[in-house]
C-alpha cells in the first residue's frame, strides 16, 4: 500500500504536500494528546477552510458515514471507508457535508472525497485519515477494535500524488 503525498515528518506541525496541495500534520497516529484522550486512530490534516481534499490511494467505497447518525458518525462525522483492494482500507473523516459517495462507487487516486470540516468529534477544520488491513473489525464500525491493530497512514505516504 502506498498513499499518494508527503510529509516533511511524522510529528505535529510537519507539513503535508499532496500535489499543489499543502497543509499541516495536527495531530499523529497512536498519541495521547489534550484532545485525544484515547491513542489516537490515525493522522489528522489541516488546511485552510474549505479545502476540497481528494482521495490518497484508489479504491471502493465500503462504508459511508453521515454525522451523528451512529457511534461512527458522532466520532467521525461525514466520512468514508475505501478499500484499496490490496488488503487495506483508510477511512477519511469529519468532512463539512454529507459525502456525494455511495458504497461500492469506486474512487480514483486525487478524485476530491468532499471539503474539509469538523463534523463528528472534531474541534476544528481538518481530515483524519485512518488505516487498517481490511479484516480490522475496527472498521466494522467498531471503534473499540484496538488502535494497535491499525498502521500508520504517514508511513505509507511517498506515491505519486499526479493524477
Ligand atoms: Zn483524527
Redesign the pocket.
Same mark, same amino acid.
Given at each position: 500500500m502506498q498513499l499518494a503525498g508527503a510529509a516533511t515528518a511524522n510529528e505535529i506541525g510537519a507539513a503535508f504536500t499532496f500535489g499543489a496541495l499543502e497543509g499541516v500534520i495536527t495531530?499523529v497516529f497512536a498519541r495521547v494528546d489534550e484532545i @485525544?484522550t484515547d491513542p489516537?486512530?490515525?493522522?489528522?490534516l489541516a488546511f485552510p477552510e474549505g479545502t476540497p481534499f481528494p482521495c490518497l490511494a484508489a479504491g471502493t467505497v465500503v462504508l459511508v458515514g453521515v454525522d451523528g447518525q451512529d457511534n461512527w458518525g458522532r466520532i467521525f462525522g461525514n466520512s468514508c471507508i475505501i478499500d484499496h483492494g490490496d488488503g487495506t482500507r483508510a477511512n477519511y473523516? @469529519?468532512f463539512r457535508d454529507a459525502l456525494a459517495l455511495q458504497v461500492g462507487d469506486t474512487v480514483a487516486l486525487g478524485q476530491i472525497i468532499g471539503i474539509q470540516g469538523s463534523t463528528g468529534f472534531?474541534t476544528g477544520d481538518?481530515v483524519?485519515?485512518?488505516l487498517a488491513k481490511s479484516d480490522n473489525p475496527w472498521f466494522s464500525k467498531d471503534v473499540d477494535g484496538g488502535v494497535s491493530r491499525l498502521l500508520d497512514p504517514v508511513e505509507f505516504l511517498g506515491g505519486d500524488a499526479r493524477q
Open positions: 495531530a @485525544h489516537h486512530s490515525g493522522f489528522d473523516g @469529519h472534531s481538518h483524519h485519515i485512518s
